[in-house]
């Protein structure tokens, strides 16, 4: 019988893991990719299309879903599962990051951040207890601690005090923990400066929790000090609880680190992206808009099994995108993702299969190799 | 074996009737509701899920098609059926009606029209012989005839100078018409004005055409004197071809008017307002963002079978919508494409078993019964 929680590592290949986590929505296959569905919908897509492509978890944030509709009201409505017609395993961010991204007029204090919505400007306050309220009423399967997220760049002595404080708060976090059936997960700061990342990890492991993550990355700092930072950190990251790199990132973001030892990531790049036109490939990104496709009636990419490219030509994927039709959101959304998750699959196949310095190489040279795709 | 044209009248019940038209991309049963798939999309829909509601026949807009991305492109692609993943037979406006009302600086001649693109103002000219080049070039399976249509309210003297032109027209488009496989309709004229419309309707039936249209309706006249026209029109029209009412409407209207004898309708209406939050129901219209539904468990309608009502609530569906995602246009265009779709399956049953009169009662006494309705 699963243990909620329990993470078993099934194959090791180099830094590189595949592992299995288990939820109280069912069990999740790492190295893993979840797909951001910020307002209880993943941007133009059904949970059935999801399923179909092969998502196994979908993010929700508790920032957005706490201003609207509000947590009381998924609550009552049943939680957010039900609420969005998902009945996999859900992650819940913890608010932090928006509450210092997208909030005007904060004030921080020990006992937590008071800021204003950015919908209408209307009072708020969330704390360590707070964060963890709304992601127990919302019922997500891992819950993320509420920590401080500081701008980059930021000074040693600001990092250091933040750190302090995202410790303090680790520890509230966890007291308010009510349900033994959702995970917590701690966050990592300290910044791009590796003695600060590893007394970081240090404090924040010294809580026994299921799982840990690298937070206040991908936040403007230069691609390969990002890179170089969870080269080093990861593998000091426990092997035996899953490590999950927030916010990250590029097709090429999630080779490199899954070859540091990540597990798990999410981003908004390939559903937002999608939407402005951008689709990956495996020799990079390519802008559907331009104007050599107008009469292209090739599939974006002829060797790639999703809907999109089974169905439709560059010419047509280019027409939609001119028009501004929703349908274009859509079949490029369908495309990003799938190409999202046939890496991921194909990052498990190599590393269970022990040539993974080789998948890893031959992507890597592939993906790069025109200077537009990262 | 089928012959492409053919119109056979299965079942009448008063003016109401059921029938079967045979085209090259398959046999539609009517009466017919046919959605609007302007820019070779039916907005926020995939082509499978317009089948799966029950959609037979899609349209397509010459005159949208023509500036983006133009014809020949589209030809060279295979054609619009192949274009849009759509299999089933497609019916073509003539581009008049936009030309009439979109595009800017027209200048009307016998040749056709000049006018300039509302896009980026470039200049173009559409006649008749261009309107069916178009309509050939594209594939569609019901071409229709161009048109003058004359903005309401109209003189005399301008509707019979229209009239005659439109008849000259029609001659010349019958003339350009080069694929037996594709069924030209002409279009009926004349106004408000009863003596007018039926003097256009002998105009065009002199024509010896597979099907015949009523256009220039649901132009802002009002409703009434819409549906007191075709009432006296409708009828009047040969019985043995499908008779295809153009524009039109809401789903009273459709009942009304399959009343009087119609067998064919378009309208954008169930997919655009859709977009805006307007949803049908049995007993009428309904604004999803109302506050009262913001904490609703229940679907919108419960015995509705649309994929939306069977997997979200009202609270689901409010909350998309203030959100603004793009998931509330596909889940409301859903539920009101299925709700037409089922109208008219309902429409067809009740004339198949001779209960027309009393479908027809019952249906405006409940749809109209809040004044919110139309």
Tied chains: 1, 2.
């Excluded at 490939?281 to 802008?287: A, H, M």
Aim: proline share 5%.
């Amino acid at each position: 019988m699963d243990t909620i929680g329990e993470f078993r590592v099934l194959a090791n290949d180099r830094q590189a893991r595949v592992g299995e986590l288990v939820t109280a929505h069912g069990n999740l296959t790492t190295p893993i990719f979840m797909p951001v569905g910020t307002r209880a919908t993943v941007k133009a897509m059904l949970p059935e299309e999801l399923k179909t492509m092969g998502a196994q978890i979908v993010l929700g944030n508790t920032y957005h879903l706490h201003l609207r509709p509000g947590e009381e009201i998924i609550h009552e409505l049943g939680g957010l599962h039900r609420f969005m017609n998902w009945d996999g395993p859900i992650l819940t961010d913890s608010g932090g990051f928006q509450v210092f991204s997208l909030s005007q007029l904060r004030k921080l204090t020990e006992e937590g951040v008071e800021f204003r919505s950015h919908i209408d400007g209307s009072k708020c306050f969330i704390s360590p207890e707070k964060s963890i309220a709304i992601q127990v009423a919302l019922g997500s399967d891992i819950v993320m601690a509420f920590d401080e997220c500081l701008p980059y760049p930021a000074t040693r002595e600001a990092t250091l005090e933040s750190m302090d404080l995202t410790l303090r708060w680790l520890h509230r976090s966890k007291a308010a923990m009510m349900n033994p059936d959702q995970l917590l997960f701690g966050i990592v700061q300290g910044g791009l400066d590796i003695d600060l990342r590893l007394k970081s990890l240090e404090q924040i492991t010294s809580v026994d929790l299921p799982g840990y993550a690298l937070g206040g990355l991908s936040v403007g700092e230069p691609i390969e000090l990002m890179h170089q930072l969870v080269a080093q950190v990861a593998p000091q990251m426990p092997p035996e609880k899953p490590r999950y790199l927030m916010g990250v990132g590029t097709p090429l973001d999630l080779v490199l680190c899954i070859d540091s030892g990540i597990d798990m990531f999410d981003c908004v790049l390939p559903t937002r992206v999608a939407r402005n036109g951008t689709l990956f490939t495996w020799d990079g990104r390519v802008s559907i808009k331009r104007k050599e496709y107008q009469r292209d009636p090739s599939p974006l990419d002829s060797t790639c099994q999703c809907y999109t490219c089974q169905n439709y030509s560059k010419a047509y994927l280019r027409h939609l995108f001119m028009a501004g039709e929703i349908l274009s959101s859509r079949l490029n959304t369908i495309h990003n993702l799938h190409f999202y998750f046939e890496l991921i699959r194909c990052c498990q196949s190599a590393i269970r299969e022990g040539r993974w310095d080789q998948f890893r190489h031959n992507f890597v040279t592939r993906f790069v190799k025109n200077r537009v795709s990262s």
